[in-house]
C-alpha cells in the first residue's frame, strides 16, 4: 500500500521543496499537487519546478485540475465559467448553474489548454478529481436544476435529458480526458465521489474503471464530509464504497485509491475520523491518500480543528497497518 497526499496554498518553491522532503521522510511516495485556472494562468512555470523538485525526491506527481470549470473538486474559482458564459450549464430557467456543460465543445477546447499546460509541469499523472454536474443546492443552483442547454437538447435528443443521459455524458467526457491526457504520455486516475451523494448521476463504476487508457480508480468515502454521524452507517458507507471500487479496479486490471478525510474535522470528531480511516486502510487500496497536507492546517476554510492529532493520527495508522 501506498500513501498520498494532496498539497495546496503555497507557491514558493523553497517552501514547497521542504515540505516534500519532510513528506518522503513520513513515509508518502505519491503526491497529487493542484492545478488549477490560477495556476494555469499565472504559475505555470511555477508549477514545473514544484512538480520537478517533487520527482526529483522520489514522488509520483499527480496533477489535478483543482475546480477547474466548475466541474472537478476543489476551492477555486473557474475563470472560463466568467469569462466564457457560453461554455456554462443553463437550467431550464435560464440560470447560470455554476460549472461548464460536459456536452459542450468549448470545455473540450479549453481542458486541451488545461492539459496541454498541465504535460509540460512533467507530471506523470493527471488526477481527475471528482467530476461532478452542478449540485443543487449550491449558490449557483440554489433549486438543483440540470443542464438543457443546446448542446445537451441535441444530443439527447428524443430521449430526453434523464438521469442516465447525465451519467453518460459524465463517462464520455471522462473517456475524452482520458485518451487526451494519454496522448500527451499522461497515466489518469480517476476518483468518483461516493454513489448518490451531491444530488449526482449514478455513475457505472465498471465502466468508468475500464475506460481504455485509465490507470486507477477510486473513490473518496468522506463521511463526516457527507454528514454522516453514526458509526454503524458510517461502517457500512465506508465498506460499500471501498468493496465497489477495489472490485471494480480489479476487474478492470487497474490500480486502486482509496481517500480519506483530514479537512473540516471539527472538535471532539477525531477518534470518529481515525476509526473510520482505519476502516478504509483496511480495505487495503494500492494507495491510500489523505486530503490533505498537515490536515489543512494552513487553509482556515479546510482546516481540522486538531490538526496534527488527524495528520499524525493517519500517519500512524498508516505505519501500522502497511508493516
Ligand atoms: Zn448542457
Redesign the pocket.
Known amino acids: 500500500m501506498k500513501l498520498a497526499t494532496s498539497y495546496f496554498g503555497s507557491r514558493i518553491l523553497r517552501h514547497v521543496k521542504n515540505d516534500m522532503g519532510k513528506l518522503r521522510e513520513q513515509g508518502f511516495s505519491r503526491i497529487v499537487h493542484t492545478f488549477s485556472e490560477n495556476d494555469l494562468y499565472y504559475y505555470p512555470g511555477t508549477m514545473r519546478d514544484i512538480v520537478q523538485v517533487s520527482i526529483d525526491l522520489g514522488f509520483d506527481v499527480l496533477i489535478d485540475p483543482w475546480g477547474v470549470a466548475g466541474i472537478f473538486g476543489g476551492e477555486a474559482f473557474s475563470r472560463w465559467i466568467t469569462e466564457q458564459p457560453a461554455i456554462s ?2 437550467g431550464a430557467s435560464g440560470r447560470h448553474l455554476g460549472g461548464a ?1 460536459l ?2 465543445p468549448i470545455l473540450i477546447t479549453q481542458m486541451t489548454e488545461w492539459l496541454d499546460a498541465a504535460a509540460a509541469t512533467g507530471a506523470q499523472w493527471v488526477f481527475w478529481d471528482e467530476p461532478h454536474w452542478s449540485p443543487g443546492g449550491s449558490p449557483r443552483n440554489p433549486e438543483g436544476e440540470h ?3 443546446d ?2 437538447l441535441e444530443k439527447a435528443g428524443s430521449r430526453g435529458i434523464t438521469e442516465s443521459f447525465r451519467a453518460k455524458s459524465l463517462v464520455l467526457f471522462l473517456a475524452r480526458m482520458v485518451n487526451l491526457a494519454t496522448d500527451r504520455g499522461m497515466k489518469s486516475s480517476i476518483c468518483v465521489m461516493p454513489q448518490g451523494m451531491a444530488g449526482q448521476p449514478g455513475l457505472d463504476w465498471p465502466e468508468i474503471a475500464a475506460l481504455p487508457g485509465l490507470s486507477e480508480f477510486g473513490t473518496d468515502p468522506y463521511w463526516q464530509a457527507f454528514n454522516i454521524r453514526e458509526a454503524g452507517q458510517r461502517d457500512r458507507f465506508i465498506d460499500k464504497n471501498s468493496t465497489a471500487a477495489r472490485e471494480v479496479s480489479t476487474t478492470a486490471g487497474v490500480e486502486s485509491m482509496l481517500w480519506t478525510q483530514a479537512f473540516r474535522v471539527k472538535a471532539g470528531d477525531e477518534d470518529d475520523l481515525l476509526d473510520g480511516s482505519k476502516r478504509i486502510m483496511n480495505h487495503n487500496p494500492d494507495t491510500i491518500a489523505i486530503w490533505g497536507f498537515e490536515a489543512c492546517a494552513h487553509m482556515s476554510t479546510l482546516a481540522c480543528a486538531d490538526t496534527d492529532k488527524i495528520w499524525q493520527g493517519l500517519i500512524d495508522i498508516y505505519k501500522g497497518i502497511s508493516k
Open positions: 450549464q443553463v456543460c456536452n459542450n443542464c438543457v442547454c448542446f445537451c
